[in-house]
């Protein structure tokens, strides 16, 4: 017990390192953990001192890794400049819809970090892993989009060790080839030839990642499938993968080895342990050695190693040793969701009991197995994405035998078969799975989704799943309901004195706000195509909006209209109004549709909705016939959304004398030079003005002239692309709050007192 409560102490103090705003120094802790190490170990009286000491000793460790890792940075002063560098492409090329994405790895001494996330946009000449070039850069630091919910790229590339990003201006390849890159090399032939052999296939993609590991393949329709239906563990080289087929293998060298006299002076579980750590090796190998793969094969190791001495050890022994390994070899680890689910699930499964598991029919135990894996990633799941496949059980009943058992051996079979048929017929298997993953999908009530609960409910949840996966006999077991009770029952409640919210998502170069009263929501604008998945449900979900009132698409550009298919399949919509043509997207689907028109008004819990614009007979461009919204309510700031309305139509809705002054302003068209024109200005003088706008975007929005016309008359700007979404809870007084300053983590740019 002692040394298992070491090594949790000593993970604890990792994690919490995680979740620092700022890097502490490191020298006090490391020298803390020496001086409280020595009298822990060497009198037994004081063993508790040894437990401290290793949670300071972890927290100093991870924040040593984490100082280096932050040191090698972009510089802000290259930031945007058009550098030259000499380099190699280190990993495979993904294409995007806009041209090519890949990681590359700058010579020393050219003052760039180490690895750099590079896209070359428009028509890039073809690119491989291992060539040498020569590029003109414009590199950025690290910046993602920041939303409640969402994902935090930053946090991501952090944990790839990637220190920028740029985008590639011109370049010239160079003689030469990057041995660093030779196994990456090798998986990019593989790659070709699955591509070769499956040309018109419609899930080459997922034959491509369960084999070399590359995801980019996989259409964005399979994607959201796979999530609904929670298998998306299980199209990569997963630990699961890894950890059967080293099983396999294993079991037949033991199955041969008995067999075969000569080798019988070397035992045969040892020669099986030697194959399936072996296998899982080259298998890695073959999945570029992603952190995931890195993290299996070192649990790997440590329970072969563990067999390989013939001792008995625990299996929460054995799982607790793997869970510290990982994290010494990568304290970023515990920034990982994939990481955690996959370690919490193991180990609800090493609770629950493999033997009770195992008792009875065999059905029986898959469907105990399917339990407990359900059970103990139904916290991490809420509590990070606000939903839980509930056909996940059943999906992963029948998808994990057949992916892992059969489509995945098949298709690294068919990477050695001339004849092709061993990757057409794992294509073909795969196939099969996602007919029945479709019928999944379509199951109604599939997708529980809850509000994001607060954070201190994942305590509570822990225990409860605990007790709910104890052995019988265990008192109290029911219990663990009242435990989950936090994360089913909560519901986000609005302070008596706030009328209305409204959250500016920051969803890059585009628009979406939310706009939520005490019982109702409503959308504005939905981003461009990427941000209706990435952004904006993810936000719905986070702040319990999933049921909106309606939808204002407030006009057809892209970067307002683009992700309202994607919100609109997502979210439950009453109704939607825009002045889209009939030919869009979003127009095609069984909702409730009526055009924006100007005089339309509604009224939601005490709050005022009036559409101010277009007027029915309009001629103009798409920009003109932005849908403008005001919302307001008796002794509140009032709030104006306006689209892309240009100078003539900001004059025309002064003119009508309908703009309320001293409130909230949603800057016209992101900022641009000639919107936001003094008669608009001067009719509403706003107190607060919201840009959204995309970080460093091409357009330079915020426009400066635009910045000093607000400056002009005391309105407080807040910038998406430097604070990540923001928030205005609108009452007597208004209460702001951003993404950047809510989350305050180390990795993560928060602006200085005093920037928008």
Known sequence: MPQLLSLLAFVAGICVLQNQPALPAVGPWLAGACCLLLPGWRWPRWRWLAVIALF????????????????????????????????YIA?????????????????????????????????????????????????????????????????????????????VQSGSLQPGFAWQASINRAREVLRGRILAALPQAPYRGVIVALTVGDQGGIPNEQWQR?????????????GLHITLLAGLVAALVRWGWRRNPVAARFGAPRAALIAGVITALVYSLLAGMSAPTQRTLLMLAIAAWGLWQQRPVSTVTLWLAALTAVMVFDPFAALSIGFWLSFLTVGGLLWAGSARLGEGPRWQGWVGTQWAATLASFPLLIILFQQMPLTSPLANAVAIPLVSMLVTPLALLGLADPTDLALRGAERLFALTDWFLQWC???????????SPPAWAWLPALLGVLLL?????????????????????????????????????????????LVQTRHHALLYDTGPPPAGQRNVLPTLRALGAMQLDAVIVSHNDNDHAGGAVDVLKGAHAAQLLSSLPPEHPARQLAVPQMACRQGQHWQRDGVD???????????????????????????????????????????????????????IVIAPHHGSARSSTQALIDATQPRWVVFSSGYLNHFGHPKPDTLARYAAVGAQPLRTDRRGAIRLYVGDQVTITTERNIRRHYWLAVPAAGTP
């Open 226 to 238: 796979y999530a609904a239906t929670g298998i998306t563990h299980l199209i990569s080289i997963s």
């Open 609 to 663: 909705f009036s559409i101010l614009w277009p007027p029915p007979d309009l001629q103009g461009d798409d920009n003109a016939h932005s849908c403008v919204l005001q919302i307001s309510a008796p002794g509140t700031p009032p709030l104006l959304i306006t689209g892309d309305i240009g100078p003539n139509e900001e004059a025309a809705i002064a003119a009508t004398g309908s703009l309320l002054p001293h409130g």
């Open 441 to 451: 999908e379509r199951v109604p009530g599939g997708m529980l989704t809850l509000p």
């Open 56 to 87: 300071t000793l972890g927290f100093g460790y991870a924040d040593l890794r984490a100082g280096w890792r932050m040191a090698d940075r972009l510089d802000p002063v290259l930031e945007n400049q058009p550098v030259q560098v000499n380099g």
């Open 469 to 513: 996966l104890a052995p019988r006999g265990v008192p109290g077991r029911l219990l663990g309901l009242v435990f989950l009770l936090p994360l089913l029952a909560f519901a986000p409640q609005q302070a008596a004195d706030v009328r209305y919210r409204v959250t500016a998502i920051d969803v890059g170069q585009g628009l979406a706000v």
């Open 91 to 167: 990993d495979l090329p993904q294409t995007t819809r806009f041209g090519i994405r890949f990681s590359f790895a700058p010579d020393a001494g050219q003052h760039l970090p180490a690895t750099v996330q590079a896209s070359w946009y428009g028509k890039p000449p073809a690119l491989h892993v291992g060539e040498r070039w020569r590029l003109q850069l414009k590199p950025k630091q690290v910046h993602g989009n920041l939303n409640p919910g969402g994902f935090d790229l930053e946090a991501w590339l952090l944990q790839q060790d990637i220190g920028a990003t740029a985008t």
